[in-house]
Structure formats: C-alpha cells, structure tokens
C-alpha cells in the first residue's frame, strides 16, 4: 500500500551540528510534503513544506530537499541545538490543491542532541 | 492560549465504557481534523469536518467512534464500548480556509486515552 517512511528511528547529534533526517515515500501522486516537529507529550508542530514541483525549499536553519526521482525527502537542520531534541515525522498530502490537510504521517525520527 | 483546545489531556477507562473527547479549533479555522497516535507511530489520520459537515471518514473509523461538528465550531470524539486496542493518542487539529491553497494544520495537545 501507499505509504510514507523513515530510514533512521534515532539520531544522535552533537550540539551545534548538522542534522539531516530521512524519509522515503511510496506514491509518486503526492504533491505535497511536510515535515512536522513533536516534543513529549505535545501535539506536531509544522517546520517546513515544500510542493512537489520544487526539489527545494529553506527556513530558518531548516532546508527541506525533495527528489522525486528516488521518493526521498530529508530534513536538515543547521547548528544543531539541544531545543531541536524531538521526534520529527515527515508527511505527504495527496490533496494540494484541496487545501485538506488529509495527511500521512510516516513512523518518526527521534533526534537526540548531545551537548 | 488561542491554539487547538483538547480536553480532557488524559482519560483512564474501565474496557466497555464510552468516552468523549472534545477540541476546540482556532477561532475562524473551518477545517477540522482528527488523529489517532499510538506510542512510537505517526498520526493516523480518522477524519474531517469542513464546517460542520464531516466529509472523510478513515477506514479505521470503526462503528464504534462517532465524530461530530454540530455548530462548525467544537468537535466532538465519541468512541463507545472502548476496546484495550482504542489506547493512544487523539490528536485534533485545524486549519484556515484558503481555497486553492495549502493551509497549514495547528494540531492541538492531544487526548490520551487508556484502557484498562
């Protein structure tokens, strides 16, 4: 079935480092693509998206890149800091044009940063 | 907090009893959403309401869960006769009306939900 995944469950990073955080996708229909942050015991917290007709877009010390070629979406963070510990979840959303947030969430990556 | 509203945080249930969940969207969002968390998993998405109308329903909206938006404002999770299986996390959230556009989801804190 269709589905949205990630490569690594936990990374470790030292403060002050890069991250990067992977995810792979199975449906090429998607459109549109979000990277969600969830601390313990709160609901996710939207980072950065990017539609499919982009291979990539930067926020603040946040860069998604999108290749649609290989269905492969990664996050990176620059100059990582211990506030960035969380789960992160990459998600797709069949639906752009409908503006419905239906949205498929993938298993999550659990970033641990080291001071 | 003018954020997504979720009460009750957390509910312990004896298997077989019914329980309800209610969220609060941010105000003017006519879009609502729900989710279902389990430990270590994504959100699962359940349904959607566009003002009060409920448009989608997940396949994993059992007979047993009702959802409902009577007003286009707060919503409502009913799931009756709880199972051990209905553990997790019930996440809500809600997004701006832009036709035509992405309009980003605000998920609120999430009703966690134990059966015992």
């Known amino acids: 079935g269709e589905s949205v995944g990630l490569h690594l469950p936990t990374l470790s990073v030292q403060e002050g480092d890069n991250s990067i955080i992977n995810c792979a996708y199975s449906n090429s229909a998607s459109d549109y693509f979000i990277w969600y942050k969830q601390e313990s015991g709160k609901g996710p917290q939207f980072i950065i998206d990017?539609?499919?007709?982009?291979d990539k877009r930067q926020g603040q010390r946040v860069t998604v890149l999108l290749n649609k070629t290989v269905k492969h979406l990664s996050l990176q963070i620059a100059a990582t800091q211990p506030g960035d510990s969380a789960v992160y979840f990459c998600?797709?959303?069949?639906?752009?044009?409908?503006?419905?947030?239906?949205?498929?969430f993938g298993t999550g990556t659990l970033l641990a940063v080291q001071p | 907090d003018t954020g997504v509203s979720q009460n009750p945080r957390h509910k312990i249930t004896k298997r077989g009893q019914n329980v309800t969940f209610r969220c609060d969207p941010i105000s003017e969002h006519n879009r609502l959403y729900w989710y279902r968390q389990t430990l270590g998993q994504g959100p699962e998405f359940l349904t959607y309401?566009?003002?009060?109308?409920?448009?989608?329903k997940s396949r994993l909206l059992s007979d047993r869960f009702s959802a409902e938006r009577p007003k286009g404002s707060f919503s409502t999770l009913e799931i009756q006769r709880t199972e051990q299986g209905d553990s997790a996390m019930y996440l809500c959230?809600?997004?701006?009306?832009?036709?035509?556009?992405?309009?980003?989801?605000?998920f609120g804190q999430g009703t966690r939900l134990t059966v015992v």
């Open positions: 309401f566009q003002n009060e109308a409920q448009l989608e």
């Open positions: 959230a809600s997004s701006p009306p832009r036709p035509g556009m992405r309009s980003e989801a605000f």
């Open positions: 990017i539609r499919s007709n982009m």
């Open positions: 998600a797709e959303n069949k639906d752009y044009g409908g503006a419905t947030n239906k949205l498929i």
